[in-house]
T-cell receptor, first 113, second 113 residues
């Protein structure tokens, strides 16, 4: 079946540091890929998405590129802020007729001033 | 404002009692989902529904039940048969399109003692 593997956290960075959170996937067909963010005590919200190979999703300074050849969708940000501290989930939807989402285990990011 | 509401935010129950978690959406979405979130395990799908009066088991349906009598509502009952019910429960909805994201509610933290 489909699966998503993320780097384990927590990731601790100083403010203005460069962020990379690795995500690789296994899927049949051509899934859509997503990054969701969860702030403490809240539900998840979509950060960015990419629906086909070589697409780049971007939002709030975060970027991720759909790499079919390496089955990866790594999340990057050039300069993190304290307010970016959260848990980040990589996810995919299957290529079937309905939208079932497979989530990674999440990576906690802590940004210190 | 459109969105998903879950109530209550915190819920406490004694072991052996059934408990129902509420989920309501006014986004006019066809599909709704229930997830369970435990530390270090990401999100696991309990049940999902693509249309009124129809729902399917997810990966961990044992000990849970749902109903979908109205498009806006998808309540989850945690029964006494669920061995480890203490968790954070998230409800989500989406339009029936594989490329679209899921919209999440704020979650309900259930503690069973």
């Amino acid at each position: 079946g489909d699966s998503v593997t993320q780097m384990e956290g927590p990731v601790t960075l100083s403010e203005e540091a460069f962020l990379t959170i690795n995500c690789t996937y296994t899927a049949t067909g051509y899934p859509s890929l997503f990054w969701y963010v969860q702030y403490p005590g809240e539900g998840l919200q979509l950060l960015l998405k990419a629906t086909k190979a070589d697409d780049k999703g971007s939002n709030k300074g975060f970027e991720a590129t759909y790499r079919k050849e390496t089955t990866s969708f790594h999340l990057e940000k050039g300069s993190v802020q304290v307010s970016d501290s959260a848990v980040y989930f990589c996810a995919l939807t299957d290529s079937g007729g309905y939208q079932k989402v497979t989530f990674g285990t999440g990576t906690k990011l802590q940004v210190i001033p | 404002d459109g969105g998903i509401t879950q109530s209550p935010k915190y819920l406490f129950r004694k072991e052996g009692q059934n408990v129902t978690l509420s989920c309501e959406q006014n986004l006019n979405h066809d599909a709704m989902y229930w997830y369970r979130q435990d530390p270090g395990q990401g999100l696991r799908l309990i049940y999902y529904s693509q249309i009124v009066n129809d729902f399917q088991k997810g990966d961990i349906a044992e000990g849970y039940s749902v109903s979908r009598e109205k498009k806006e509502s998808f309540p989850l009952t945690v029964t006494s048969a669920q061995k480890n019910p203490t968790a954070f429960y998230l409800c989500a909805s989406s339009i029936r399109d594989r490329d679209d994201e899921q919209y999440f509610g704020p979650g309900t933290r259930l503690t069973v003692t």
